[in-house]
């Protein structure tokens, strides 16, 4: 028997929570704002070009973090298959906090306003950090529960809606950060 099949549900629970907070004290630490600095908090804000794009506790991004949670989950049941799940969603926490640090780092930000259309960014809110981190629990606990086909038709679903709506997904994100294309930010411009 391993350590890992001796702790608790609610031990993972327990993780995740402070996971979560000490993200939130991270990013404090780091200088991002607690909430919008339009002083409001709205579940939703679907303007992109926009200074409260990324403060709120959703957006359009948001669909990318729950597809993040459907890739953490299929990756570590594939890596660890006989990892119990709540070790699992803590690592997948752990790896999506990872990404909200760095993701509101100045070297990440100034990269985002130079490679892509997000012009506006000046990183995310710690509210909206926190929120990603959960939407990113709602995926892993999605694909949990769905087949891998529907995971997947999920996860091009939300992809082929953002693109639709706003001109951006996740696959878009991650190719204009790393390999920006004229071509990507001409259309995603409008072009």
């Not at 391993?2 to 939130?24: E, F, K, S």
């Not at 926190?130 to 992809?159: K, T, W």
């Amino acid at each position: 028997m391993r350590w890992t099949d001796t702790l608790p549900p609610r031990a993972y629970g327990l993780g995740v929570v402070a996971i979560m907070g000490a993200l939130a004290l991270v990013l404090l630490a780091m200088g991002r704002v607690p909430i919008c600095t339009c002083g409001t908090v709205k579940l939703w804000h679907g303007v992109v070009a926009s200074s409260e794009n990324s403060q709120h506790i959703s957006d359009w991004y948001s669909l990318s973090h729950v597809i993040h949670g459907l890739i953490f989950y299929w990756v570590l049941w594939l890596v660890g298959p006989s990892w119990p799940m709540g070790l699992r969603l803590v690592l997948a926490v752990l790896i999506e906090s990872g990404w909200e640090i760095a993701e509101n780092t100045d070297a990440v930000i100034n990269r985002y306003r130079e490679a892509t259309i997000s012009l506006d960014y000046y990183g995310d809110s710690v509210l909206n950090s926190v929120s990603d981190l959960g939407f990113m629990i709602v995926g892993f606990f999605a694909a949990h529960r769905l087949p891998v086909l529907a995971s997947l038709g999920m996860a091009l679903a939300f992809e082929l809606l953002a693109a639709t709506m706003i001109r951006d997904n996740l696959a878009l994100n991650i190719i204009m950060l790393l390999y920006p294309l004229d071509s990507i930010q001409a259309w995603q411009a409008g072009g």
